[in-house]
């Protein structure tokens, strides 16, 4: 058996701010963790999950919005609108996680892991490797 976890969910957004006013409403959550993440040109508000309903470690809600025309999300957005991005999800070793997919043969869109947007080590799967879904592998925080 394989040990796994959900960490985010993410959601493409056109308008963070409107975004955060919805999600607010949904989660009840009206404090968000809002992160510039200049690496891939976009701002990301986090609703952590409940510790009563599943966390610390329950799936949170990310919320992407592009800060820029040729980001990557923004060209998500032209080409398939507002919606679900991508998910997220916690591995033990990333280094070895990505090692064993790449040996597989499973398409990758970083070999070598970055920092994700709360400082964790991140790496995404392309979605021709996981079903048309794109993948986003975080290493669990120690």
């Known amino acids: 058996m394989t040990d796994y976890a959900v960490s985010h969910i993410g959601i493409a957004v056109k308008d963070l701010s409107e975004a955060i006013a919805r999600y607010s409403l949904i989660t009840g959550d009206d404090n968000p963790g ?10 990301v508000a986090i609703f952590k999950a409940s510790s009563a ?3 610390p470690h329950g799936a949170s809600i990310e919320l992407v919005a592009p800060t820029s025309s040729g980001s990557p999300v ?5 080409k398939r609108g507002e919606g ?10 990333i280094e ?12 990758l869109i970083d070999e070598t892991p970055r920092s994700g947007a709360e400082g964790n080590k991140i790496a995404f799967v392309h979605p021709s490797g996981s079903s048309g879904v794109l993948i986003e592998l975080e290493e669990m925080p120690k």
């Open 96 to 107: 070895q996680k990505l090692a064993e997919l790449k040996a597989a043969g499973v398409r």
């Open 74 to 78: 923004a060209r998500f957005l032209e």
């Open 84 to 93: 679900l991005h991508h998910v997220c999800l916690y591995v033990e070793d």
């Open 53 to 55: 309903l599943g966390g």
């Open 34 to 43: 809002v992160t510039q993440v200049d690496s891939q040109k976009a701002k």
